[in-house]
């Protein structure tokens, strides 16, 4: 019996984002690993997982969390990485004049005093709209939306990069370019 669709995704983001070594795949700099590997080392780890079943999380899921290779033999996270191996060579791109990220309220007085910082993962993420800053947000407790000053900070230097699923991502965003958005109502 494979597993669920949503077992698998979280299985996927589990070991292509930030643990391969738990079923002993290895990703590339750019996050790629091989499918028939994977789901190889997938079922010898007890985690039943076929190719439709993949094919199925990849087609389906609303934050197209994975990619797969043009010829179909590899699959990676589309971003979200902590793994040392993996550092993705993103294009730089110019962003929208204003990007958001959602976090919980508990965290807003640390985020205003020292910006937002990746944490384990390798970028901090943004998204373009203030409802998915929100639902993200929302994982974490009582959700806050910020408001970040791309077009200032891109004017800065600061270099951004989209992820193939669109999510923005940044080194750092220091708190003068922070500011929390009311999205009540």
Do not use: C
């Amino acid at each position: 019996m494979s597993l669920s669709r949503t077992d698998a995704s979280k299985f996927l983001s589990y070991v292509l984002r930030h643990e391969p070594q738990a079923i002993g795949i290895e990703l590339d700099t750019e996050g790629w690993t091989d499918i028939d590997t994977l789901i190889a080392r997938a079922a010898a780890a007890g985690k039943p997982l076929t190719r439709a079943l993949l094919d199925e999380v990849v087609s389906t899921s609303e934050k197209k969390r994975f990619t797969v290779s043009e010829d179909g033999r590899r699959i990676r996270a589309a971003q979200g990485h902590s793994s040392a191996a993996v550092a993705i060579a993103y294009e730089p791109r110019i962003p929208p004049d204003v990007l958001f990220h959602g976090t919980a309220t508990r965290n807003l007085e640390s985020i205003l005093a020292q910006g937002l910082r990746p944490g384990e993962r390798h970028h901090v993420h943004l998204s373009a709209d203030t409802a998915t800053a929100r639902a993200v947000g929302m994982r974490y407790g009582k959700p806050v939306v910020l408001r970040v000053d791309a077009r200032a900070m891109h004017a800065q230097g600061h270099a951004f990069y989209r992820a193939d699923n669109g999510v923005w991502l940044v080194a750092h965003v220091p708190p003068a370019f922070l500011a929390p958005v009311d999205t009540a109502g």
